[in-house]
């Protein structure tokens, strides 16, 4: 069974930095898409940034050049920095793979922006 487990989150300022991380067990990933998602109060979860398992990246235009995706393979470790954060940034984020699966779903990491 395939757990994924989200950790650094927190409380920030805009413009500050925060570097969120997936642990995933239960199954080698490294050959799957990953992807950040992330879920603000009273929207829709959303895509927010993916890896190819050749480490190729792609980003939804509102992080495109604040955000960065990458993996660790051999740590089965999808990592998310978050630069030049806004309020707008604020949300629950959660990983998963590329399409996500609705029984791999965590239990995500808090993000909250002040401004």
């Known amino acids: 069974q395939v757990q994924l487990v989200e950790s650094g989150g927190g409380l920030v300022q805009a413009g500050g930095s925060l570097r969120l991380s997936c642990a995933a067990s239960?199954?080698?990933?490294?050959?799957?898409?990953m992807g950040w998602y992330r879920q603000a109060p009273g929207k829709q979860r959303e895509l927010v940034a993916g890896?190819?398992?050749?480490?190729?990246?792609n980003y939804a235009d509102s992080v495109k050049g604040r955000f960065t995706i990458s993996r660790d393979n051999t740590k089965n470790t999808v990592y998310l920095q978050m630069d030049s954060l806004k309020p707008d940034d604020t949300a629950v984020y959660y990983c998963n793979v590329i399409p996500s699966k609705y029984d791999y779903w965590g239990q995500g990491t808090q993000v909250t922006v002040s401004s």
């Open positions: 239960g199954s080698d990933l490294s050959f799957r898409a």
């Open positions: 890896v190819t398992p050749g480490g190729a990246t």
